[in-house]
Nanobody, 120 residues
Framework: QVQLVESGGGLVQPGGSLRLSCAASGNITSITAMGWYRQAPGKQRELVAIIARSGLTNYAASVKGRSTISGDNAKGAVYLRMNSLKREDTAVYYC??????????????WGQGTQVTVSS
């Protein structure tokens, strides 16, 4: 099992920056990829950024160029740095991890979410 806890959300002004953190616990060596998703009220959950164990990353077009995802394989942690924040970035941000179980079947774990509000 893998459990995830996010932190770093809060209120930030437009144009500001923040850094989200996600800490995994459990069998962190089984994690193959981690990422960040977000969901705004009345909208579907969407991918923000992902990072594989190899370091390969991918970003949503809406955040590419102003966001950086990074990870620490040993700690089972993932981070998301977002700059030039816009009001459209307001959402609950969820940490996600893909991992394999003891029987090697793939599973997905989600954090509880952290609120990011971009407002002046």
């Amino acid at each position: 099992q893998v459990q995830l806890v996010e932190s770093g959300g809060g209120l930030v002004q437009p144009g500001g920056s923040l850094r989200l953190s996600c800490a995994a616990s459990g069998n962190i060596t089984s994690i193959t990829a981690m990422g960040w998703y977000r969901q705004a009220p009345g909208k579907q959950r969407e991918l923000v950024a992902i990072i594989a164990r190899s370091g390969l990353t991918n970003y949503a077009a809406s955040v590419k160029g102003r966001s950086t995802i990074s990870g620490d394989n040993a700690k089972g942690a993932v981070y998301l740095r977002m700059n030039s924040l816009k009001r459209e970035d307001t959402a609950v941000y969820y940490c996600n991890a893909e991992y394999y179980s003891d029987t090697l079947d793939i599973r997905v774990s989600w954090g509880q979410g952290t609120q990011v509000t971009v407002s002046s």
